[in-house]
C-alpha cells in the first residue's frame, strides 16, 4: 500500500510539471509583447490613411455608387456620396465612379458619366439624342424664351452684373424676364454693387449649371467657339 501511494505521488508531481506554464522570454514591461495583434496592425498602418476601415469591395462600392447615380435626379459629388453610403471616403468613390465609366465606356451601353454642377450624373450617349428626343415630353414651363436666353447669357458671360448693364448690353428693359429667371431658379442676387445705389448684382445658380450640362463657368462656349460654331 505504500508503494502504490508513493507512485501516486510521483504521478501527480510529474503531471504538474508537465502543464506548468513556460516563463515568457524577455522582459514581462515589454509593451510590445502585450500588444493584440489587431491593435498593432492598427498601430502600423502608414500616417495618412483612413482611420475607419474599409467594408466595401470594389465590385460592390462599384454596383452602389451605378444605382445611386442612376436613381438620382440631380448631380452627386463624391463627398456627398461617401457620406451616404458610409464606410468609405470621397477617395474611394473617385476611383469608383473611374471604374464604372471605363465599364460603360467598354462595354459599349449608351450612358455615360458626366460631371456636372459639381457632382456626377449618368446621362444616355450623346449620339442617342435624336432617338432619345422622339418619346421625351418637354413641359411648356421648361421651355427658355430666346429673350430670356439672351438675357441669361448676359448674365452668364458678365457676372456679377446689374440689371442697368444687362439692359446696356440688351438694349432692352430686361426687368420682367429677369425677375422670371430668378423664379425659374437660373438666376440668383449675387450681393450688390459698390456704386452709388448699392444695386442688386445677378450671377446664375447651380441648377443653371444643371440645365445647361456644365461642370462649372469655365465650360461656357469662348468667343473662337461660337465663331467656329456660327
Given at each position: 500500500?505504500?508503494?502504490?501511494?508513493?507512485?501516486?505521488?510521483?504521478?501527480?508531481?510529474?503531471?504538474?510539471?508537465?502543464?506548468?506554464?513556460?516563463?515568457?522570454?524577455?522582459?514581462?514591461?515589454?509593451?510590445?509583447?502585450?500588444?493584440?495583434?489587431?491593435h498593432?496592425?492598427?498601430?502600423?498602418?502608414?500616417?495618412?490613411?483612413?482611420?475607419?476601415p474599409?467594408?466595401?469591395?470594389?465590385?460592390?462600392?462599384?454596383?452602389?455608387?451605378?444605382?445611386?447615380?442612376?436613381?438620382?435626379?440631380?448631380?452627386?459629388?463624391?463627398?456627398?456620396?461617401?457620406?451616404?453610403?458610409?464606410?468609405?471616403?470621397?477617395?474611394?468613390?473617385?476611383?469608383?465612379?473611374?471604374?464604372?465609366?471605363?465599364?460603360?465606356?467598354?462595354?459599349?451601353?449608351?450612358?455615360?458619366?458626366v460631371?456636372?454642377?459639381?457632382?456626377?450624373?449618368?446621362?444616355?450617349?450623346?449620339?442617342?439624342?435624336?432617338?432619345?428626343?422622339?418619346?421625351?415630353?418637354?413641359?411648356?414651363?421648361?421651355?427658355?424664351?430666346p429673350?430670356?436666353?439672351?438675357?441669361?447669357?448676359?448674365?452668364?458671360?458678365?457676372?456679377p452684373?446689374?440689371?442697368?448693364?444687362?439692359?446696356?448690353?440688351?438694349?432692352?428693359?430686361?426687368?420682367?424676364?429677369?425677375?422670371?429667371?430668378?423664379?425659374?431658379?437660373?438666376?440668383?442676387?449675387?450681393?450688390?454693387?459698390?456704386?452709388?445705389?448699392?444695386?442688386?448684382?445677378?450671377?446664375?445658380?447651380?441648377?443653371?449649371?444643371?440645365?445647361?450640362?456644365?461642370?462649372?463657368?469655365?465650360?461656357?462656349?469662348r468667343?473662337?467657339?461660337?465663331?467656329?460654331?456660327?
Amino acid at each position: 500500500m505504500g508503494i502504490h501511494a508513493d507512485s501516486n505521488l510521483e504521478v501527480t508531481e510529474e503531471i504538474a510539471v508537465v502543464h506548468q506554464p513556460a516563463e515568457r522570454q524577455g522582459s514581462p514591461d515589454n509593451s510590445e509583447d502585450l500588444v493584440e495583434p489587431d491593435h498593432a496592425a492598427s498601430r502600423a498602418r502608414a500616417p495618412g490613411t483612413d482611420a475607419v476601415p474599409r467594408q466595401w469591395t470594389d465590385d460592390e462600392l462599384e454596383r452602389a455608387v451605378a444605382a445611386i447615380l442612376f436613381a438620382s435626379s440631380e448631380p452627386l459629388s463624391n463627398a456627398r456620396i461617401a457620406e451616404g453610403l458610409e464606410h468609405t471616403t470621397p477617395a474611394h468613390i473617385a476611383a469608383a465612379i473611374d471604374r464604372i465609366s471605363a465599364r460603360l465606356i467598354t462595354t459599349g451601353l449608351p450612358f455615360e458619366l458626366v460631371a456636372i454642377a459639381g457632382g456626377w450624373q449618368i446621362f444616355s450617349a450623346r449620339d442617342m439624342a435624336d432617338i432619345v428626343a422622339r418619346f421625351a415630353k418637354t413641359r411648356r414651363d421648361d421651355k427658355v424664351s430666346p429673350a430670356a436666353l439672351e438675357t441669361l447669357a448676359v448674365v452668364a458671360y458678365r457676372q456679377p452684373v446689374t440689371k442697368a448693364e444687362i439692359e446696356a448690353v440688351r438694349g432692352v428693359q430686361v426687368g420682367p424676364i429677369l425677375r422670371a429667371l430668378v423664379d425659374r431658379g437660373l438666376v440668383k442676387v449675387a450681393g450688390r454693387s459698390d456704386d452709388p445705389g448699392h444695386a442688386l448684382l445677378y450671377g446664375t445658380t447651380r441648377k443653371f449649371l444643371d440645365t445647361f450640362g456644365l461642370a462649372d463657368l469655365a465650360d461656357l462656349p469662348r468667343d473662337a467657339e461660337l465663331v467656329r460654331d456660327s
